[in-house]
């Protein structure tokens, strides 16, 4: 398990980091794709969060200790397998066993938190995610109108994305939802199928306890994404499987049928919408320092 306070020698001479044991909550981040659990991308994250709370204990899981590995795994492996393998780490780690963490997820990173949660109990407070699909995507990230190439690519993994061999080896194939091809996904989706518990007959209790027993559940979407297609599946919205409108949260069968648990979190107002108008993961310091004040640590 990879522990920021053993990230490097600066980091540990750094004044933002604490070597005395904490009575705040850890925090424990999962990336997203492309990126890895010690990129200069997440070190920043971990600076803006130890500026506001220096005595954040903060851990960043991987898949594998090798960054050129755990980047590739972001892109290229089994998601179910992944999700066991973190929940292994986290539960090897005596400081999270003792109390609860706050959980962090960027992008897909904010999907696998909530699946581990759901699958292992972990003793989460609080789960905040930036940009994730939770009602999975529709659509893969946009073209621009003169990328040929791009279109040509996007049309052939679509067209694959219900193969095992895809839906068992190609991350994002592996939460890839559309609602007007519903059937296609019940019967052939390997993760976020059972992860949203949308299979028939097949409703995990497991799942929705777990999830019901969040402090707070914290979704924010971007408003200008187009990686995420729809963006609003980032707030657990859905779209109407024979039009394709955007339904608002109250009315998609997450709540009506409750599926997972949110019904009880949205009705005692324990989740939180919250929004960054920008581009997908373009996120800035002053909006961490805010969700540091806010979820983390107290």
């Not at 590739?72 to 393998?85: F, H, K, P, R």
């Not at 999830?211 to 979704?219: A, G, M, P, Q, R």
Request: glycine content about 4%; overall charge negative.
């Amino acid at each position: 398990m990879f522990v920021l306070k053993l990230i490097t020698e600066a980091l540990l001479a750094s004044p933002l980091i604490t070597h005395e044991k904490s009575d705040s909550r850890p925090v424990v981040f999962w990336h997203g794709m492309g990126d890895t659990y010690n990129s200069s991308a997440m070190q920043r994250v971990f600076s803006a969060l130890h500026s506001v709370k220096p005595e954040l204990s903060i851990y960043s899981v991987y898949i594998d200790e090798d960054q050129s590995k755990d980047q590739q795994a972001s892109l290229i492996g089994n998601v179910n397998e992944q999700v066991e393998i973190v929940c292994d780490q986290l539960n090897s780690i005596i400081e999270l066993q003792d109390q609860k963490f706050d959980f962090i997820g960027f992008s897909q990173g904010g999907i696998f938190a909530r699946a581990a949660i759901e699958r292992c109990g972990l003793n989460v407070n609080n789960l905040i995610t930036f940009g994730s699909p939770h009602s999975g995507v529709s659509d893969l990230p946009r073209c621009s109108d003169s990328d040929w190439f791009c279109k040509q690519k996007n049309a052939l993994l679509k067209r694959q994305v219900w193969k095992k061999n895809i839906q068992n080896s190609i991350v994002s194939a592996q939460y890839f939802r559309d609602p007007l091809d519903y059937e296609s996904y019940l019967e052939n989706s390997a993760f976020l199928v059972d992860v949203n518990n949308e299979l028939p007959n097949e409703k995990n209790e497991t799942y929705i306890e777990n999830l019901e027993s969040l402090n707070k559940l914290v979704l924010i979407m971007f408003g200008q994404d187009e990686t995420v297609v729809p963006k609003e599946s980032a707030w657990f919205y859905d779209q109407d499987k024979q039009t394709g409108d955007t339904i608002n949260f109250p009315n998609t069968e997450y709540y009506t049928k409750d599926l997972l648990g949110l019904k009880k979190l949205f009705d005692e107002r324990k989740i939180d919408y919250l929004t960054i108008d920008d581009v997908h993961m373009a996120i800035g310091d002053d909006f961490l320092k805010k969700v540091t004040e806010t979820y983390l640590g107290h």
